[in-house]
């Protein structure tokens, strides 16, 4: 099963449209949680007339996105999770059946999105990649509302909710560093909202502070090499060899560092 997370806040016309993408989908192999913010503008009154389509839901106020991300995946059952914010909307009425029919085992399946505006017209489409690397994320990002994450993603693990916006990103470094397995579903899954805070503000400014939390020192100090060479992986293992005796640090240093440098020009 399935648990669709929707976070919502004074967005009535986008938890309309994400209800009845819900409403419409041929397989029921899913719950829908939808955590309110304590709304005023008559989404509680939606979800209300609703309530035969949601599984559990709550309004109440909270503290912002990820403090209701939080909230959803601790009344979660499925065995995996899909946040999909009010405004957004599965791609189409055979999106989960196509999910089921697909052998799923990894923990992260990501996909690709139709990137919509608030009237739902199509301007832009994102194209995620075959492999995803720690070093993908200097740049880039994946579709959070594309992405399936199994309910080991968090066993050990939420939402941080010091992040403004993106704590997404900070959960996929988290997982990718710490060994889960990611795979890519090569399929339109949601029709994304462009007017969101992420789409205003990338990010940028919390990068820092999420490199210094989920990477080690010793690893953080190549992920910063990295920016500059786009590598993390070839760079760790560089800077592994280099720090495990005497004769192989010499060796890497004199053969295998400058091999990797004359390679990124």
Known sequence: MISIIT????????????????????????EWIVIDGGSTDGSKELLE???????????????????AMNKGIKVAKGDYFQFLNSGDSLADKDIIKRFFERINTEDVI?????????????VNRFHAPKLVRLSYFYSHALNHQ????????????????NNRIASDLELFMYLLYNGFSFAKWNEYVVRFENSGLSSIDT????????????????VKADYDEIIQFRDVDLAIMIKKIINSNRVLRYLARIVLYPIYLFAKK
């Open 7 to 30: 976070v919502n806040y004074n967005n009535l016309p986008g938890l309309k449209k994400t209800l009845d993408s819900i409403k419409i989908q041929t397989c029921k192999d899913f």
């Open 49 to 67: 007339r609703n309530n035969e389509s949601i599984s559990y839901w709550v309004s109440e106020p909270d503290h912002g996105i990820y403090e």
């Open 203 to 218: 990010g940028n400014s919390e990068f820092p502070g999420i490199v210094n939390r989920v990477l080690p020192a010793g």
């Open 110 to 122: 990501y996909g690709n999105a139709i990137i919509v505006d608030r009237e739902d017209n199509v």
């Open 146 to 161: 594309a992405t399936f994450f199994s309910k080991r993603c968090f066993a050990n693990y939420y939402y941080n909710e």
